[in-house]
């Protein structure tokens, strides 16, 4: 079965976001718990100030899945439902069909640091 | 019509004479006021009264300066228009400041107990200029301003002073909407000074505000020189970017916000007060990592979004003179606790703080496992309560007032009105202003000899 990963809808003025890290790479199998991806949201452009109101979040997986494509790299910025990344049940199942829904996951808010894209290239 | 003469009421600078320009309106004929609510300012300058005072008057430093006039008694206005002298002549002072000036009339739309309904409420605000180039024309407090502050009294009252050393979580509340202190003015009669520093280039976090607080000018005069050399020595040319920043880094540095005297006009003339009686930090103003200098030791703490302002030559300084040190909550709490003992040792200066925004209604959570321990390094709404709990820990053994953030925007309802979790709407904003007055009330109740009317010096 496939699942997929769209950019969510996590602040409701949000128009994107953009990939901090990456933890997975193409492949991998992913346990229940296991970090995906941080995620940085920025507010400026719905929120016209100097002060840009940017949060970042961390998606970790709600359940074992078997990464079979992604396609995004740091510093990317991804529109909402955007698709970002594919998953499958089976590691050998074939990727050419249509995924069956999102992938579970959560959506925590995290503290900026050192491995995250902003603040080392921007 | 039957209505009360607004009159300017008096506005004395010891030894000068205060000139002012035509009036800019804030209200317009027909429209209702609110009691205290501001309806036109001005622009003041003071000049010498006689050749032997000379130009270094009570506000020397402070190159914007005016005046905001509100009404004691709500009701409906009308204006004088001929008033307003339009162009240069309501920016520059074109005349005496006679008490006896009317700028309108009100209508009061109930009974008056007023004893002099008709003399208006003057807030005076003063801005100290980042830079004397920042020479900009428009509206209240205009220009970038290294420091603003406004205060109100009446005849033979000391303002009571509180500092604003926070994020944009403490400037909206302080400064309100027009940036000038109006809604503060509005909302309390008592006699106040609000003074206001913002957070470029340097956030206002403990460490900073220490250092400031033992800094000598020898050692301001090392950070210079060491700035300067690098500069000058750089493989990346500096750009125009980099030098404004460095000034700017500089006249931050070189200030102590905390230890500062202010001079006030007032309606019986010059007077001197001491250091700030209340200093509202941010607890969002600390970080968990802050830079040090490798060989100086000295902290400053760039906010990234303030970074981005600075050339490459200030990027490339700030990667190399400075290291990342990692500060746990632990070491805020002791930080915070150095300061505020260190302020009451030395000023007897208060602190409020607005402590942090702690749940986030975007998150859905549903097992923490997958979050490593301490989970406050990670998760940010974990760190925050830890944070706020930290407060609570400093305020049982010492005077820390704290004004619930966290609290509001539950109640409130945070996704309307806090929904980045920093900046906050109007209404909270409202909530938290009555707040923080009622804080500043509590402690001149609790320090009557210090703070009963703010102190002299």
């Given amino acids: 079965m496939l699942y997929e990963f769209k950019m969510p809808v996590i602040v409701p003025q949000m128009s994107g976001a953009t990939i901090e890290c990456l933890y997975s790479a193409r492949d991998d199998a992913l346990r229940l718990g296991s970090k995906l991806m941080d995620l940085s949201v920025d507010l400026s452009s719905a929120f016209a100030q100097e002060c840009p109101p940017v949060s970042f979040y961390r998606l970790v997986l709600r359940e074992a899945v078997y990464l079979r494509q992604i396609d995004v790299q740091p510093g990317q910025h991804c529109a909402l439902g955007e698709r970002i990344a594919l998953f499958s049940t089976d590691p050998t199942e074939p990727i050419d069909q249509d995924a069956t829904r999102q992938v579970r996951c959560t959506i925590a808010g995290i503290i900026h640091h050192d491995g995250m894209w902003t603040g080392s290239h921007s | ?457």
């Avoid at chain 2, 303002?159 to 309390?188: K, N, R, Y």
């Avoid at chain 2, 033992?214 to 980099?242: C, H, K, M, W, Y």
């Avoid at chain 2, 004004?403 to 925007?409: E, H, K, R, S, W």
């Avoid at chain 2, 900046?423 to 938290?432: D, E, F, I, P, T």
């Fill in chain 2, 1 to 457: 019509m039957n209505g009360i003469p607004l009159r300017f009421g008096p506005l004395m600078s010891d030894g000068y004479t205060i000139v002012r320009s035509g009036l800019r309106w804030l209200r317009e004929t027909g429209q209702f006021c609110r009691a205290g609510q501001p309806i036109a300012y001005c622009n003041i300058s003071l000049e010498p009264s006689s050749v032997r005072v000379g130009r270094n008057h009570a506000v020397a430093d402070e190159l914007e300066l005016q005046v905001v006039f509100a009404p004691r008694v709500s009701g409906r206005l009308t204006i004088h228009p001929e008033m307003t002298r339009g162009g240069y002549l309501s920016i520059r002072g074109v005349d005496a400041w006679k008490p006896d000036t009317v700028l309108g009339l009100i209508e009061p739309d109930q009974p008056v107990d007023e004893s002099d309904p008709g003399r208006l409420r003057l807030l005076v605000v003063a801005g100290r200029r980042m830079t004397a180039l920042a020479d900009v024309h428009s509206g209240l407090l205009p220009g970038w301003n290294g420091r603003t502050r406004g205060w109100w009294c009446e005849d033979g009252e000391t303002p009571a002073t509180l500092l604003s050393l926070g994020l944009c979580d403490a400037t909206g509340v302080i400064l309100g909407e027009q940036c000038a202190f109006l809604e503060m003015f509005e909302a309390a009669s008592d006699a106040m000074q609000f003074v206001f520093i913002p957070d470029h280039p340097v956030a206002p976090c403990a460490p900073v505000l220490l250092d400031q607080l033992s800094r000598t000018p020898a050692q301001f005069e090392a950070i210079a020189e060491d700035l300067r050399r690098f500069l000058g020595n750089s493989t990346v040319p500096p750009t125009a970017d980099d030098w404004m920043f460095a000034g700017a880094l500089l006249a931050v540095l070189r200030n102590t916000p905390l230890k500062d005297n202010y001079n006030i006009i007032s309606s019986t003339g010059t007077q001197r007060l001491g250091p700030a009686d209340a200093v509202l930090l941010s607890l969002s103003a600390e970080p968990q990592s802050i830079l040090r200098h490798r060989t100086l030791g000295y902290h400053i703490h760039v906010m990234r979004h303030h970074q981005a302002a600075a050339g490459p030559a200030i990027q490339a300084w700030l990667t190399s003179a400075f290291e990342p040190v990692k500060r746990s909550i632990d070491a805020i709490r002791r930080d915070y606790e150095k300061l505020i003992d260190t302020l009451a040792r030395t000023t007897g200066g208060r602190i409020l703080v607005l402590n942090r925004m702690s749940t986030s209604g975007y998150e859905d959570i549903s097992s923490y496992m997958a979050f490593d321990a301490p989970m406050s390094d990670t998760l940010s709404n974990i760190a925050a309560k830890e944070l706020n709990l930290m407060l609570h820990d400093i305020a049982e053994t010492r005077e820390l007032a704290i004004i619930d953030v966290d609290a509001l925007a539950a109640e409130l309802g945070a996704g309307q009105h806090l929904p980045d979790g920093i900046h906050q709407s109007g209404q909270m904003q409202v909530v938290l202003r009555q707040q923080i007055l009622q804080a500043v009330s509590d402690m001149r109740v609790t320090a009557p000899d210090v703070r009963a009317a703010g102190r002299d010096h």
